[in-house]
């Protein structure tokens, strides 16, 4: 049976439908201008390069991007889907040998295909921030600031400031929102293979 087919399980959303994703979708629309923005004030544009984020062992905390991005993919065509469910299931094998403990191999996301992001519009929050140097304040704690990528040029520019601390409030509140509108609870960790195969 194929994965997306199944019925909701405690880590599993319930399919949605797209109006059901306001909240998220406007937040995807803030960070996408904000990131465009300092993008271009460096003059940083994000084309093919080695150090590519989709080789990046990312790890996504929400159900309501499950959701948004299992309901993207439900949208694709069923051959796209199969061979994407093929190679999010190798993906899985290779990253937890183990079953648990996951192994960084730089392999390429389940959901890259020659080169572009099939659920484009639905792609998690952590795949539109990447790349550009950023700070995040803690309650408590000082504030982190992450440099960007290496394919920017961003040592020998000023940094400009790009806060994602707004983005993961808004995210917290419609992480929230969802949970109480669908009854999920505890929590979730997982790459983009797992949120399609469980």
Same mark, same amino acid.
Not at 37 to 61: I, P, R
Not at 85 to 91: D, K
Not at 110 to 128: E, S, T, W
């Given at each position: ?21 306001? +909240? ?19 003059? %940083?544009?994000?084309? $093919? ?8 062992? *990312? *790890? ?11 309901? $993207? ?13 093929? &190679? ?16 960084? +191999? ?17 792609? !998690?929050?952590?795949? &539109? ?8 304040? &803690? !309650? $408590? ?12 040029? *961003? ?11 707004? %983005? ?31």
């Amino acid at each position: 049976m194929d994965p997306i087919a199944q019925e909701a399980s405690p880590m599993k959303p319930a399919p949605m439908k797209k109006e059901q994703f306001h +909240l998220l979708s406007d937040i995807y629309t803030v960070i996408d201008e904000a990131w465009n923005k300092t993008a271009a004030q460096y003059g %940083f544009l994000c084309e $093919g390069c080695e150090d590519n984020c989709c080789t990046s062992l *990312f *790890f996504h905390h929400t159900f309501i991007e499950k959701a948004y991005l299992v309901h $993207g993919f439900n949208q694709l065509a069923t051959d796209i889907k199969k061979e994407a469910l093929s &190679r999010a299931r190798s993906y899985y094998q290779k990253t937890f040998p183990d079953g648990e403990m996951p192994t960084s +191999l730089k392999l390429i996301c389940p959901l890259n295909q020659d080169g572009k992001c099939i659920v484009y519009q639905h792609r !998690p929050m952590i795949c &539109r921030l990447h790349g550009l140097p950023h700070e995040l304040h &803690r !309650p $408590g704690a000082e504030a982190f600031k992450g440099p960007g990528c290496s394919a920017g040029p *961003f040592e020998s520019h000023l940094y400009i400031p790009f806060d994602r601390t707004p %983005f993961y409030k808004e995210m917290a509140r419609a992480e929230m929102d969802f949970r109480k509108k669908t009854g999920m609870t505890g929590k979730i960790k997982e790459t983009v293979a797992q949120m399609l195969l469980f």
